[in-house]
T-cell receptor, first 112, second 113 residues
């Protein structure tokens, strides 16, 4: 049982490039979410999904897109990378939204 | 939006000492969670609290859901070197479609062997 799998683990982009961060879970969880973690800021919610075909914005959604075509996958897209998006990105999931979330190990993204 | 104040921001203690940290909120939550994050990894759930006044233990860890529903506390007894990491509190209000967790900014714990 792999849990929540994020790929890649590390990535360096140039300003203006686009990229998709992958997240997959094998626990049949309905709820999935993306957070970014910056020093001294804790974890901030970017987007979340309560089920396939349903997504909504979190606290810091600007510059990011998501879609949820399957229960298992919840990719995060950076449309035009900016240095301010340098961060560690975590994907999380839970069976239901109100239940504790399980986190992946993160993607460390640097935008030059 | 909801804000969580987590304190202290960091702690530097000797092995064997007890540790206390807390979170306070500007509004009510009906769920409080405590996570630990080791370097280079994602947060791992330590304790979940679902009822005001609830006191729950997980080994040397004990957490409490405050009576006012606006705060929560985490205690670690007899700390050991592997307790090192960042501890996060998180709160949420279940119901409807509002399934958002709000996180505190974390407490960085360093344990001197």
């Amino acid at each position: 049982n792999a849990g929540v799998t994020q790929t890649p683990k590390f990535q360096v982009l140039k300003t203006g490039q686009s990229m998709t961060l992958q997240c997959a879970q094998d626990m049949n969880h309905e709820y999935m979410s993306w957070y970014r973690q910056d020093p001294g800021m804790g974890l901030r919610l970017i987007h979340y999904s309560v089920g396939a075909g349903i997504t909504d914005q979190g606290e810091v959604p600007n510059g990011y897109n998501v879609s949820r075509s399957t229960t298992e996958d919840f990719p995060l897209r950076l449309l035009s990378a900016a240095p301010s998006q340098t961060s560690v990105y975590f994907c999380a999931s839970s069976y239901r939204g109100y239940q504790p979330q399980h986190f992946g190990d993160g993607t460390r993204l640097s935008i030059l | 939006g909801q804000q969580l104040n987590q304190s202290p921001q960091s702690m530097f203690i000797q092995e064997g000492e007890d540790v206390s940290m807390n979170c306070t909120s500007s509004s009510i939550f009906n769920t409080w969670l405590w996570y630990k994050q080791d370097p280079g990894e994602g947060p791992v759930l330590l304790i979940a609290l679902y009822k005001a006044g609830e006191l729950t233990s997980n080994g040397r860890l004990t957490a409490q859901f405050g009576i006012t529903r606006k705060d929560s506390f985490l205690n670690i007894s007899a700390s050991i070197p592997s307790d090192v990491g960042i501890y996060f509190c998180a709160g949420s209000n279940s119901g409807g479609s509002n399934y958002k967790l709000t996180f505190g900014k974390g407490t960085l714990l360093t344990v001197n062997p």
